[in-house]
């Protein structure tokens, strides 16, 4: 893989993250802490989805496992040094599953169907006899 094709990739990846940050920064100045997370939780896999639509159908130099592994990967390490480290000089937020664990999960599995199912309507259809 070329490094243009790797940055493409962290760039979908970045976006993501970055939307979902956008999503608890603004939150957390509307709603309480609870609702954030409720609303992180269900835009997380929503962003994702997207972001990998674009990815799959424009790009997809990566299979679907390697992206959402990708992807999760980005976010739990930015989350990691950036939010937990240096925003919040805490690691608190690990503690919580509605907060990292199910968002987590949840952009593992929306990217990965996201790009199965891109993948899958992209391939030919066999021949019937």
Do not use: E
């Not at 609702?35 to 989805?49: E, K, Q, R, T, V």
């Not at 674009?54 to 390490?77: D, E, K, Q, S, W």
């Amino acid at each position: 893989m070329t490094l243009k094709k790797l940055a493409i990739l962290f760039a979908h990846a970045l976006i993501g993250w970055a939307l979902c940050a956008a999503t608890m920064g603004i939150g957390m100045k509307l709603t309480s802490m609870q609702n954030i997370l409720i609303i992180h939780a269900l835009g997380a896999p929503i962003y994702f989805a997207l972001v990998s639509f674009v990815y799959f159908t424009r790009f997809n130099y990566t299979r679907p496992l390697t992206t959402a592994l990708i992807f999760v990967g980005f976010v739990m390490v930015v989350d990691f040094l950036l939010v937990a480290i240096v925003i919040n000089r805490s690691l608190a937020m690990f503690a919580s599953p509605l907060g990292t664990w199910i968002p987590f999960a949840l952009i593992f599995t929306s990217t990965y169907l996201t790009g199965l199912l891109v993948n899958r309507r992209a391939s030919p259809l066999p021949a019937t006899p």
